[in-house]
């Protein structure tokens, strides 16, 4: 869980995981399987890169913003 946080993942990860994230800015650069955001609030995703799955869960305020070089992921939502 993080807030008022501005975080930048440089290298290529095999999966990023948000849970219980508030006011957050996350740059990632390259994800081999997915991003995941659970019961996150006002976080703005920036996706550069190859992401093929973009998974949001119970979240409010998401914003998805793709950088030019980066492919357009499967989206999955689910809200309550």
């Not at 920036?46 to 492919?71: E, H, K, W, Y």
């Amino acid at each position: 869980r993080c807030s008022d946080t501005v975080v930048t993942l440089r290298n290529k990860h095999s999966h990023v995981m948000m849970d219980g994230c508030k006011r957050v800015k996350v740059r990632v650069k390259g994800v081999i399987t997915s991003v995941e955001m659970v019961h996150c609030e006002d976080v703005e995703l920036i996706l550069q890169g190859s992401v093929p799955v973009v998974q949001i869960d119970l979240c409010r305020n998401v914003r998805l913003v793709f950088a030019d070089d980066s492919t357009r992921p499967k989206i999955v939502n689910a809200s309550n």
